[in-house]
């Protein structure tokens, strides 16, 4: 499986973007998908993470309310919706999978990793 991050940009805090994780492989549509995200100098985080068939979804608490992760599994692809953006949400973002079954939210467990999409938010 590769993944292919797109969709980051430079926007000004309260705007809007959206990104993309497009994936190759056949089996993509039975994996539950995760995005993280790095801030310079800081750990890696989980952002949003979403089931295989998209009916379940888990956010951190920092983005709750403002991001929405859905995903298309007849185009491969998993989405990051991210409203009111703010400065602190300035990070590259990544996206992973599949979730592993344990320690989901520890980005150690993942096998597949997207490049990386930067998004910069200024104020």
């Known amino acids: 499986v590769q993944l292919q991050a797109s969709g980051g940009g430079v926007v000004q805090a309260g705007d809007s973007l959206r990104l993309s994780c497009a994936a190759s492989?056949?089996?993509?549509?039975?994996?539950?998908m995760t995005w993280f995200r790095q801030a310079p100098g800081k750990e890696r985080e989980l952002v949003a993470s979403?089931?295989?068939?998209?009916?379940?979804?888990y956010y951190a608490d920092s983005v709750k309310g403002r991001f929405t992760i859905s995903r298309d599994n007849a185009k491969n692809t998993v989405y990051l919706q991210m409203n009111s953006l703010k400065p602190e949400d300035t990070a590259v973002y990544y996206c992973?999978?599949?979730?592993?079954?344990?320690?989901?939210?520890?980005?150690?467990?993942?096998?597949?990793w997207g490049q990386g999409t930067l998004v910069t938010v200024s104020s």
């Open positions: 992973a999978g599949p979730r592993p079954t344990t320690h989901w939210t520890r980005p150690d467990g993942y096998d597949y």
């Open positions: 492989g056949r089996t993509f549509s039975s994996y539950a």
């Open positions: 979403i089931s295989w068939g998209g009916g379940s979804t």
